[in-house]
Protein backbone atom coordinates (compact mmCIF):
# COMPACT_ATOMS: atom_id res chain seq x y z
CA UNK A 1 0.00 0.00 0.00
CA UNK A 2 1.52 3.32 -1.03
CA UNK A 3 1.53 6.55 1.52
CA UNK A 4 -1.27 8.15 -0.66
CA UNK A 5 -3.25 4.94 -0.44
CA UNK A 6 -2.82 4.52 3.63
CA UNK A 7 -3.65 8.75 4.15
CA UNK A 8 -6.83 7.67 2.13
CA UNK A 9 -8.04 5.19 4.09
CA UNK A 10 -6.71 7.17 6.86
CA UNK A 11 -9.01 9.84 5.82
CA UNK A 12 -12.15 7.80 4.94
CA UNK A 13 -11.64 6.34 8.78
CA UNK A 14 -11.68 9.39 9.98
CA UNK A 15 -14.75 10.33 8.53
CA UNK A 16 -16.93 7.28 9.09
CA UNK A 17 -15.86 7.67 12.97
CA UNK A 18 -17.21 11.44 12.26
CA UNK A 19 -20.34 10.17 10.88
CA UNK A 20 -20.71 7.55 13.21
CA UNK A 21 -20.24 9.72 16.15
CA UNK A 22 -23.03 12.58 15.19
CA UNK A 23 -25.01 9.20 14.73
CA UNK A 24 -24.81 8.59 18.33
CA UNK A 25 -25.18 12.30 19.62
CA UNK A 26 -28.97 12.18 17.50
CA UNK A 27 -29.48 8.93 19.25
CA UNK A 28 -28.85 10.42 22.84
CA UNK A 29 -30.64 13.08 22.40
CA UNK A 30 -33.46 10.95 21.14
CA UNK A 31 -33.26 8.48 24.15
CA UNK A 32 -32.81 11.81 26.07
CA UNK A 33 -36.44 13.10 24.84
CA UNK A 34 -37.75 9.31 25.10
CA UNK A 35 -36.99 9.65 28.36
CA UNK A 36 -38.54 13.08 29.22
CA UNK A 37 -41.55 11.84 27.48
CA UNK A 38 -41.86 8.52 29.70
CA UNK A 39 -41.64 11.07 32.98
CA UNK A 40 -43.93 12.82 32.19
CA UNK A 41 -46.30 9.59 30.98
CA UNK A 42 -45.69 8.12 34.31
CA UNK A 43 -46.87 11.38 36.25
CA UNK A 44 -50.29 11.55 34.23
CA UNK A 45 -50.51 7.92 34.70
CA UNK A 46 -49.70 8.37 38.72
CA UNK A 47 -51.95 11.52 38.73
CA UNK A 48 -54.58 9.53 36.78
CA UNK A 49 -54.46 6.66 39.36
CA UNK A 50 -54.53 9.22 42.41
CA UNK A 51 -57.57 10.47 41.16
CA UNK A 52 -59.42 7.37 40.28
CA UNK A 53 -58.60 5.86 43.52
CA UNK A 54 -59.86 9.54 45.02
CA UNK A 55 -63.01 9.02 43.28
CA UNK A 56 -63.50 5.10 44.11
CA UNK A 57 -63.14 6.16 47.62
CA UNK A 58 -65.42 9.06 47.11
CA UNK A 59 -68.35 6.38 45.03
CA UNK A 60 -68.04 3.58 47.89
CA UNK A 61 -68.42 5.90 50.87
CA UNK A 62 -71.87 7.66 49.02
CA UNK A 63 -72.84 4.32 48.46
CA UNK A 64 -72.37 2.88 51.49
CA UNK A 65 -74.52 5.86 53.40
CA UNK A 66 -77.28 5.04 50.56
CA UNK A 67 -77.14 1.80 51.73
CA UNK A 68 -77.21 2.35 55.06
CA UNK A 69 -79.92 5.35 54.56
CA UNK A 70 -82.18 2.61 52.41
CA UNK A 71 -81.30 -0.27 54.83
CA UNK A 72 -82.64 2.19 57.97
CA UNK A 73 -85.75 3.19 55.91
CA UNK A 74 -86.75 -0.91 55.22
CA UNK A 75 -86.41 -1.55 58.50
CA UNK A 76 -88.47 1.35 60.01
CA UNK A 77 -91.45 0.30 57.32
CA UNK A 78 -90.95 -3.21 58.15
CA UNK A 79 -91.30 -2.34 61.88
CA UNK A 80 -94.25 0.23 61.19
CA UNK A 81 -96.26 -2.77 58.84
CA UNK A 82 -95.04 -5.58 61.45
CA UNK A 83 -98.29 -6.05 63.20
CA UNK A 84 -100.25 -5.56 60.10
CA UNK A 85 -98.02 -8.42 58.33
CA UNK A 86 -98.50 -10.62 61.96
CA UNK A 87 -102.58 -9.98 61.78
CA UNK A 88 -102.25 -10.99 58.51
CA UNK A 89 -100.61 -13.95 59.14
CA UNK A 90 -102.40 -15.12 61.76
CA UNK A 91 -106.21 -14.80 59.47
CA UNK A 92 -104.43 -16.69 57.14
CA UNK A 93 -103.29 -19.65 59.44
CA UNK A 94 -106.75 -19.55 61.15
CA UNK A 95 -108.11 -20.49 57.32
CA UNK A 96 -105.74 -22.66 56.93
CA UNK A 97 -106.01 -24.57 59.71
CA UNK A 98 -109.80 -24.70 59.14
CA UNK A 99 -108.89 -25.63 55.52
CA UNK A 100 -107.21 -28.61 56.91
CA UNK A 101 -109.72 -30.08 58.98
CA UNK A 102 -112.37 -29.96 56.68
CA UNK A 103 -109.95 -32.07 54.29
CA UNK A 104 -109.00 -34.36 57.09
CA UNK A 105 -112.77 -34.65 58.09
CA UNK A 106 -113.86 -35.62 53.92
CA UNK A 107 -110.24 -38.05 53.96
CA UNK A 108 -111.15 -39.63 57.21
CA UNK A 109 -115.14 -40.13 55.98
CA UNK A 110 -113.87 -41.00 52.82
CA UNK A 111 -111.34 -43.48 54.42
CA UNK A 112 -114.23 -44.74 56.70
CA UNK A 113 -116.60 -45.08 53.87
CA UNK A 114 -114.50 -47.26 52.17
CA UNK A 115 -113.19 -49.75 54.54
CA UNK A 116 -116.95 -50.30 55.52
CA UNK A 117 -117.67 -51.07 52.41
CA UNK A 118 -115.26 -53.47 51.50
CA UNK A 119 -115.69 -54.98 55.12
CA UNK A 120 -119.06 -55.89 54.36
CA UNK A 121 -118.43 -56.97 50.47
CA UNK A 122 -115.84 -59.08 51.84
CA UNK A 123 -118.36 -60.78 54.85
CA UNK A 124 -120.35 -61.62 52.52
CA UNK A 125 -117.81 -63.16 49.99
CA UNK A 126 -114.79 -64.30 51.95
CA UNK A 127 -113.17 -65.11 48.53
CA UNK A 128 -110.10 -63.24 46.29
CA UNK A 129 -109.30 -64.69 43.52
CA UNK A 130 -110.08 -68.50 43.54
CA UNK A 131 -109.14 -69.05 47.78
CA UNK A 132 -111.85 -69.21 49.96
CA UNK A 133 -111.18 -67.85 54.03
CA UNK A 134 -112.92 -68.52 56.91
CA UNK A 135 -113.45 -65.75 58.38
CA UNK A 136 -112.22 -61.55 58.21
CA UNK A 137 -110.74 -59.44 61.02
CA UNK A 138 -111.04 -55.62 61.10
CA UNK A 139 -107.83 -53.35 61.94
CA UNK A 140 -105.75 -55.94 63.37
CA UNK A 141 -102.56 -55.13 64.82
CA UNK A 142 -99.24 -56.75 64.99
CA UNK A 143 -97.17 -55.91 68.30
CA UNK A 144 -94.57 -56.94 69.86
CA UNK A 145 -95.08 -56.45 73.43
CA UNK A 146 -96.22 -52.80 73.69
CA UNK A 147 -94.71 -51.73 70.74
CA UNK A 148 -96.94 -51.84 67.55
CA UNK A 149 -95.33 -53.31 64.15
CA UNK A 150 -97.98 -52.60 61.87
CA UNK A 151 -101.52 -52.27 61.12
CA UNK A 152 -104.08 -53.72 58.96
CA UNK A 153 -106.88 -52.36 57.66
CA UNK A 154 -108.67 -56.08 56.99
CA UNK A 155 -107.11 -59.66 57.27
CA UNK A 156 -108.89 -62.19 55.72
CA UNK A 157 -107.70 -65.83 57.22
CA UNK A 158 -108.47 -69.71 56.87
CA UNK A 159 -106.37 -72.72 58.15
CA UNK A 160 -103.51 -72.30 55.97
CA UNK A 161 -103.57 -68.76 54.51
CA UNK A 162 -103.93 -65.58 55.44
CA UNK A 163 -104.67 -62.22 53.06
CA UNK A 164 -103.75 -58.91 54.19
CA UNK A 165 -106.62 -56.51 52.70
CA UNK A 166 -105.00 -52.82 52.66
CA UNK A 167 -108.15 -50.29 52.01
CA UNK A 168 -107.75 -46.59 50.44
CA UNK A 169 -110.49 -44.42 48.91
CA UNK A 170 -107.73 -44.05 46.18
CA UNK A 171 -105.16 -45.97 45.81
CA UNK A 172 -101.49 -44.93 44.18
CA UNK A 173 -98.37 -46.76 43.54
CA UNK A 174 -96.56 -46.03 46.34
CA UNK A 175 -99.32 -47.76 48.20
CA UNK A 176 -97.97 -51.29 46.82
CA UNK A 177 -94.49 -50.26 47.51
CA UNK A 178 -95.63 -50.73 51.86
CA UNK A 179 -96.94 -53.97 51.51
CA UNK A 180 -93.75 -55.80 51.58
CA UNK A 181 -93.11 -54.21 55.30
CA UNK A 182 -96.34 -55.38 56.24
CA UNK A 183 -96.07 -58.77 54.86
CA UNK A 184 -93.06 -59.40 56.50
CA UNK A 185 -94.20 -57.83 60.31
CA UNK A 186 -97.30 -60.32 59.63
CA UNK A 187 -94.92 -63.24 59.18
CA UNK A 188 -93.05 -62.77 61.95
CA UNK A 189 -96.07 -63.15 64.49
CA UNK A 190 -95.86 -66.89 65.59
CA UNK A 191 -99.86 -67.47 64.87
CA UNK A 192 -99.27 -66.56 61.09
CA UNK A 193 -95.33 -67.98 60.82
CA UNK A 194 -96.61 -71.41 59.31
CA UNK A 195 -98.99 -69.40 56.60
CA UNK A 196 -99.14 -68.70 53.20
CA UNK A 197 -99.37 -64.80 52.88
CA UNK A 198 -101.59 -62.86 50.22
CA UNK A 199 -101.17 -59.32 49.75
CA UNK A 200 -103.40 -56.57 48.61
CA UNK A 201 -105.38 -53.30 48.17
CA UNK A 202 -108.88 -53.03 48.16
CA UNK A 203 -110.05 -49.11 46.35
CA UNK A 204 -112.66 -47.31 44.89
CA UNK A 205 -110.45 -45.92 42.39
CA UNK A 206 -107.59 -48.01 40.58
CA UNK A 207 -105.28 -47.05 37.40
CA UNK A 208 -104.64 -49.06 34.87
CA UNK A 209 -100.48 -48.53 36.04
CA UNK A 210 -101.58 -49.80 39.17
CA UNK A 211 -103.33 -52.85 38.47
CA UNK A 212 -100.64 -54.03 35.89
CA UNK A 213 -97.98 -52.89 38.50
CA UNK A 214 -99.92 -55.24 41.55
CA UNK A 215 -100.47 -58.19 39.28
CA UNK A 216 -96.49 -58.17 38.31
CA UNK A 217 -95.71 -58.25 42.15
CA UNK A 218 -98.12 -60.91 42.42
CA UNK A 219 -100.78 -59.12 44.40
CA UNK A 220 -104.30 -59.02 43.85
CA UNK A 221 -106.48 -55.34 43.80
CA UNK A 222 -110.22 -55.48 44.84
CA UNK A 223 -111.74 -52.59 42.77
CA UNK A 224 -115.35 -51.61 43.73
CA UNK A 225 -117.33 -51.53 40.18
CA UNK A 226 -121.25 -49.73 40.84
CA UNK A 227 -122.93 -52.35 43.02
CA UNK A 228 -119.96 -54.89 42.79
CA UNK A 229 -115.97 -55.75 43.69
CA UNK A 230 -113.94 -56.41 40.81
CA UNK A 231 -110.93 -58.90 41.49
CA UNK A 232 -107.70 -58.31 39.86
CA UNK A 233 -105.63 -61.43 40.78
CA UNK A 234 -104.75 -63.17 37.41
CA UNK A 235 -100.75 -63.87 39.07
CA UNK A 236 -101.49 -63.76 42.61
CA UNK A 237 -98.54 -65.38 44.67
CA UNK A 238 -97.67 -66.02 48.05
CA UNK A 239 -96.09 -63.32 49.59
Do not use: W
Not at 81 to 103: A, V, Y
Not at 181 to 192: A, D, F, S, V
Amino acid sequence: MTDQELKDLVASLAIESKKTDEQLRKTDEQLKKTDEQLKKTDEQLSKLSREFEEERNRSRKEFEEERRRSRQEFEEELKRSGLEFDKRMEKLENKLNKIGSMLGSISNNQGNITEEYFVNSLKDCLRVGSIDFDYLIENFVAKNGHNTLAEYDILLVNGESVAIVEVKYKAHIKDLEKLPRKIEELKNLPQYRDYRVYAGIATFFATNELIKRAEEQGYFILQRKGDIVITHAQNLKVA
